[in-house]
């Protein structure tokens, strides 16, 4: 059999299966060390489901005083871990807590019932509510000359 130029070429260019063992072991590795990221991600998902939900009910509530002209309300179970406004209900997921809860300066974090009003002219009660979960920290306030809602990470 005649060898051709490019068969020469070929001829003993292939990888062993130590080289391809190597390089799967270091994928492997590198995908373990992305696992801890990944699931962490996956955790935090609850927390900025949680943010999202409490910032857009106090937002639609401020939109509902201002559209229908009087005094919407927001009402917060914090013992139930939920609240309810602008005809929407909002539930904490579990293992989530309410660390604070403070309106107009008063701490309602172990009452029943906690109420923020918000008014025709866009302003609201003041509030300061803080979530945690594990490690992770969220602070959403209420601006109460706007009426507007704002969240962000806790700092130690």
């Not at 490019?6 to 990888?15: E, L, M, P, V």
């Not at 008014?119 to 920290?137: I, Y």
């Not at 009426?147 to 990470?153: Q, T």
């Amino acid at each position: 059999m005649k060898t051709t130029a490019a068969s020469k070429h070929f001829t003993g260019r292939a990888f062993t299966l130590i080289e391809i063992m190597i390089v799967v072991a270091i994928i492997g590795l590198i995908a373990a060390m992305g696992v801890p990221s990944i699931l962490q991600t996956f955790r935090k998902e609850g927390m900025r489901k949680a943010v999202s939900d409490v910032t857009e009910l106090l937002g639609d509530a401020r939109a509902q005083a201002i559209l229908k002209g009087q005094p919407a309300e927001v009402v917060f179970h914090p013992t139930d871990k939920r609240l309810e406004g602008a005809g929407k209900s909002v539930g904490l997921p579990a293992g989530m807590d309410i660390a604070m809860l403070d309106i107009n300066l008063m701490d309602f974090g172990g009452a029943e019932v906690a109420r923020v009003r918000f008014f025709p002219n866009g302003t609201c009660d003041e509030m300061v509510l803080v979530l945690h979960s594990g490690d992770d920290w969220q602070k959403v306030s209420l601006e109460f000359s706007t009426a507007i809602a704002s969240a962000r990470p806790v700092t130690r």
